[in-house]
């Protein structure tokens, strides 16, 4: 018997992301591969309603138990630094504080949905926390690494991954950060 989705997966039909790479952005795809975490969690999804808010109402997913992951920039001394910020979505990054201080920069902001895309390799509105450029830290926010099971994005409008707070926050490069939403 596989993982239980049920809390967060409201009617989707959820089935191991390793049965469903298709439903995944390539980067996703690999990193999901390197894991071989039955917990990962995939469910496909009309690709219109693929933002949280859309997506929970049709698929009775709770609000509480969906993450949105966001691109942030900043720059110092003239090198942009980026972050991935993971906050539930009933909460908002907190960018201009802890978010600023974790990438020491004077001041930060969402990066560009062109720049996001073409950064991630991953459709917007479907940028998740998995296969993200290396050097870039991931920030967890410690609600979303307590969660059983959140769901975020795969890398693709097409589709939803469900998955435990503990596997995004032993990501690598991830730190679980008290207080990153607000």
Avoid: H
């Avoid at 997506?55 to 509480?64: A, D, V």
């Avoid at 802890?98 to 004077?106: E, H, Y």
């Amino acid at each position: 018997m596989g993982f239980d989705w049920s809390a967060a997966a409201g009617t989707l039909e959820v089935v191991p992301a390793l049965e469903r790479l298709e439903l995944l952005a390539e980067p996703v795809a690999s990193a999901i591969l390197q894991l071989d975490d039955e917990r990962i969690g995939v469910a496909e999804i009309d690709p219109e309603l693929a933002d949280t808010a859309a997506f929970c109402e049709q698929y009775g997913s709770p609000l509480e138990l969906s993450a949105n992951c966001v691109v942030v920039a900043g720059k110092r001394a003239g090198e942009v630094r980026y972050a991935a910020c993971l906050v539930l979505a009933t909460i908002r990054a907190d960018v201009n504080g802890v978010v600023k201080r974790q990438l020491d920069v004077r001041k930060a902001s969402f990066a560009s949905m062109d720049d996001a895309v073409e950064r991630t390799g991953m459709a917007y509105g479907g940028i998740t926390p998995f296969g993200l450029p290396g050097d870039w830290p991931i920030l967890v926010d410690a609600e979303v690494a307590a969660a059983r099971a959140v769901v975020v994005g795969s890398g693709l409008r097409r589709g939803k991954l469900i998955v435990p707070g503990e596997v995004l926050a032993e990501l690598a490069n991830a730190e679980v950060i008290e207080g990153l939403g607000r």
